[in-house]
């Protein structure tokens, strides 16, 4: 359904125009993926398209604010769900305890897995470099990544005292970057 | 405190975008991404990173009516209007298109005795959701028209528990999964229109299941099945 090729910088600068084809084409390609996020961060379809929604509301109003020399459409368009997503757990609390099997699966070791992360991107993937980290900084990040978790749900999720889990995930993303940035 | 060097800026900023700073530093943050161009570089190249996760996800349909209200939401009409800047060409493309159809009424008047009518009606289907095993329960009546529009009629008035809702799906290729149509209310007929539905061939699985509120957190039904059945073709016009 999405096509690889989509072009966010120049659709989000028409919708800046108001080109509504444009926003269109732009919700046909990325809706389900970002519906996919928050309902992975809220465990529930029904808030998850309200973020969807008030996402969507926001690209329209501010697209004129996207600036391609600072970065990637589609990042651009993903932090504003994300933001969504995030305000909607921290005013409403968690709605719903969702198994995190997914989350153990997600950096899977296999050497398919390996194959298909270097044929998806020439560049350097997060998921390597997540894949280099240790468990212990690795679980929170993706614990606060796929489920909107806080410091303290964390640590609760994972029986680590508080100020462990916030050196673990501060250390981890500083070997993140270092990583990204090789 | 925002700190001065830029790696652990960068690493402030990351854990910002996790959601992971406490109200006054998140504030701090964000007024520094909207002030500083190289952090606000910084956090779309987090994010651009952060989509190779959100890629592991498989994508999921939103409802049929979301789109509709975001459209509303926004006081968008329902033709795409066209920019100002566009007027003039928009009003040259439309006096081609208003000549090529001239062209074409006289041509097809012309013609018109030779053809006979197409078949340009699509066909329509019917689908009867019944209980799982049970031949004789109906619960629920599916009716596509020509033109590709979804009804669905409740039969009987289901009893929903609290904190329940039901969910309607329809499988067209098993390799791609369920697709969720949205929520429904137990009684209430419900509407969808061609585009969100896709062409409907003959077999073509529907079902009804009961989900938590708010519907199935997963990609998949996650509650048990209510209602199912298959789409039969009603008439090839």
Redesign the interface.
């Known amino acids: 359904?999405?096509d690889r090729n989509f072009d966010y910088e120049s659709t989000l600068e028409a919708c800046a125009?108001?080109?509504?084809?444009a926003f269109?084409a732009l919700?046909r390609q990325e809706?389900?993926?970002l519906?996919?996020?928050a309902?992975?961060m809220l465990?529930?379809?029904?808030?998850?398209?309200d973020c969807?929604?008030d996402a969507?509301?926001r690209i329209?109003?501010h697209a004129a604010r996207f600036r391609r020399e600072?970065?990637?459409g589609?990042?651009?368009v993903?932090?504003i769900l994300?933001y969504r997503v995030?305000n909607a757990?921290?005013s409403g609390g968690r709605?719903?305890e969702?198994d995190d099997e997914?989350i153990e699966r997600?950096l899977d070791d296999s050497p398919q897995a390996e194959a298909q992360a270097l044929e998806q991107?020439e560049q350097r993937?997060?998921?390597r470099c997540l894949q280099r980290l240790e468990k212990p900084r690795r679980h929170p990040?993706?614990l606060?990544?796929?489920r909107?978790l806080?410091?303290e749900q964390i640590a609760s999720r994972l029986s680590t005292p508080l100020g462990t889990i916030k050196g673990r995930?501060?250390a981890g993303?500083?070997a993140?970057?270092e990583c990204?940035q090789a | 405190m925002i700190p001065q060097d830029p790696e652990e800026r960068r690493a402030l900023i990351g854990e910002y975008l996790l959601g992971l700073l406490d109200e006054q530093d998140a504030a701090e943050v964000q007024q520094l991404l909207e002030s500083d161009e190289s952090a606000a570089r910084m956090a779309l190249e987090w994010e651009r990173h952060f989509l190779d996760l959100s890629d592991q996800l498989p994508a999921q349909a939103p409802s049929p009516a979301l789109w509709a209200r975001i459209r509303q939401s926004l006081g968008l009409h329902d033709a795409p209007r066209a920019s100002p800047l566009s007027n003039w060409w928009n009003s040259l493309l439309t006096w081609r298109l208003t000549a090529a159809a001239l062209a074409m009424a006289l041509l097809v008047a012309v013609l018109m005795p030779l053809l006979r009518t197409p078949d340009i009606a699509g066909e329509r289907y019917t689908v009867v959701l019944q209980e799982p095993g049970e031949a004789a329960k109906p619960g629920w009546v599916i009716q596509v028209s020509s033109d590709g529009t979804l009804s669905l009629d409740p039969l009987v008035a289901d009893q929903v528990p609290d904190g329940r809702a039901l969910q309607f799906w329809t499988l067209i290729d098993p390799a791609d999964g369920p697709r969720s149509l949205g929520l429904v209310e137990a009684g209430q007929p419900l509407r969808l229109p061609a585009e969100q539905i896709g062409a409907v061939q003959a077999g073509q699985l529907f079902e009804l299941t009961l989900e938590p509120a708010g519907g199935s957190p997963y990609n998949r039904p996650s509650g048990p099945v209510l209602y199912i059945g298959r789409a039969v073709l009603a008439s090839a016009n």
């Not at chain 1, 125009?17 to 084809?21: A, I, K, P, V």
Request: no cysteine; net charge positive.
């Open positions: 359904m999405a125009r108001g080109d509504e084809r269109q919700y809706a389900g993926q519906l996919g996020l309902i992975s465990g529930r379809r029904d808030i998850a398209e969807l929604h969507f509301v329209w109003q600072l970065g990637s589609r990042a651009w993903h932090s994300r995030l757990l921290r709605y719903a969702v997914f997600v991107s993937l997060l998921r990040i993706l606060a990544f796929y909107g806080t410091h995930i501060r993303l500083r993140l970057q990204l």
